[in-house]
């Protein structure tokens, strides 16, 4: 039975930060070797080191998804430092929500910066640890039963009983905001490996959508990825290999920042598999920090036109060396010479050369002429897109 803390009045109005291991359900196979992972890094207590691997052994032993723990205290004291560098979090009075928070690791770091914290965790065997911080820390710590990475992945989740971003915030009192207000949200959290790319998609799309989360604002995400896929978000023209379209809409779209790097030894791995790329000791995970800019949306790139820009960005990378004109032949009914001219674009521009701020102009100016040819731009399922390959 899915359980929903109830929230008291102290969190209504109030800034929320958000931090989550936004991870997969929970593991299988968790007696092998890829449990003991990242325990060696763990502080030498043999105590926490069996507290934190019997909890996981006690998991669901029935999902076929990997996921990750920050399960080095030291590494989960760095963490919770960047995350509240320079918050005075009694008179702000920041609170954290953390999704997927397994054995608690950094929920306990983050209560100990005096912060007050609102737990997600899809996986009811970590549910009575959660609790057990909670009356331990008092007023500072709410549990909530629920799975942010299936939150509003599903049209059809109501029918099955799953939360919703609306009945979730509703639940929480978190509110409304315009968009150009501050930052009323921060998520932190780690991305399944597995399925990194398509979480990434998914929240491109809400975002330009202003959709699931971001219906309440310009929230924050603070997200652990891999190596690759930070080097995706800011790479530049000439980059041939990285610079995709996950690269524009990113950085058109965010400000983007790298917090911290965490190597894979501070984290407990569980997978079905022996052995896994992921489980590399020589691995790094990136914490980046991704806040959306105010002036994202103007009078020509709008949530109502955005999902176009997407799809000709992501057109533009399917063949990334074709000459930009003619594609712009294609789309469009003006001159597309004339067009590049009026933009100081120069003419035989690849797509794959052309800036993200270049982009968002170029896109801008055609909707401002209102002489795009929308049919060439079919529908295309971000799940099942295969344009950008990671």
């Known amino acids: 039975m899915t359980f929903v803390a109830s929230i008291c009045p102290l969190f209504g109005g109030r800034q929320l930060t958000l931090a989550a291991s936004t991870l997969r359900s929970s593991v299988r196979g968790l007696k092998g070797q890829s449990v003991r992972l990242g325990l060696h890094n763990l502080e030498k ?4 080191k069996g507290e934190i691997a019997e909890m996981v052994a006690n998991a ?65 065997s970590f549910l009575p640890n959660l609790e057990s911080l909670k009356k331990e820390f008092e007023n500072q710590l709410e549990v909530v039963h629920s799975n942010f990475i299936k939150l509003d992945g599903n049209p059809y989740a109501l029918l099955k009983g799953e939360l919703c971003s609306e009945t979730l915030f509703n639940n929480l009192r978190i509110f409304e905001v315009p968009w150009t207000s501050d930052v009323p949200l921060k998520v932190v959290g780690i991305v399944p490996p597995k399925d990194e790319r398509i979480f990434i998609w998914r ?49 058109t779209a965010c400000d983007i920042r790298l917090l911290h790097k965490v190597p894979s030894s501070s984290f407990l791995t569980t997978s079905r ?8 000791v020589n691995e790094l995970l990136y914490l980046v920090q991704l806040t959306p800019r105010k002036d994202l949306f103007t009078d020509f790139l709008t949530t109502a036109n955005s999902k176009i820009f997407i799809m000709m960005v992501k057109q533009c990378f399917g063949k990334a060396s074709t000459k930009l004109h003619n ?50 731009f079919c529908d295309i399922d971000l799940l099942a897109d295969d344009s950008v390959v990671l």
């Not at 207590?45 to 926490?48: G, T």
């Not at 954290?96 to 996986?123: M, Q, Y």
């Not at 800036?355 to 049919?375: A, G, H, V």
């Open 45 to 48: 207590k043999d105590s926490l």
């Open 273 to 280: 598999k022996k052995s896994s790329r992921s489980n590399s």
């Open 327 to 376: 594609k712009l032949n294609l789309w469009t009914y003006e001159n597309a010479r004339n067009l590049l001219r009026d933009l100081e674009i120069p003419e035989e521009v690849t797509a794959g050369s052309l800036y993200p701020e270049s982009y968002k102009s170029l896109f801008e100016r055609m909707e401002q002429s209102n002489r795009i040819d929308r049919s060439l």
């Open 60 to 124: 669901e032993r029935d999902s076929t998804s990997d996921r990750r723990f920050l399960a080095c205290p030291l590494s989960a004291h760095k963490v919770a430092s960047q995350l509240t560098r320079g918050r005075n979090l009694e008179q702000s009075k920041t609170y954290l929500l953390e999704f997927e928070a397994g054995p608690g690791v950094l929920t306990r770091k983050l209560l100990n910066t005096g912060a007050h914290v609102i737990a997600l965790e899809s996986n009811k």
């Open 203 to 251: 929240y491109t799309y809400f975002l330009y959508e202003c959709s699931s989360i971001y219906n309440y604002g310009r929230i924050e995400l603070n997200l652990f990825v891999s190596e690759r896929m930070y080097k995706v978000f800011v790479a530049k023209p000439p980059d041939k290999k990285l610079y995709q379209a996950l690269s524009v809409l990113w950085q």
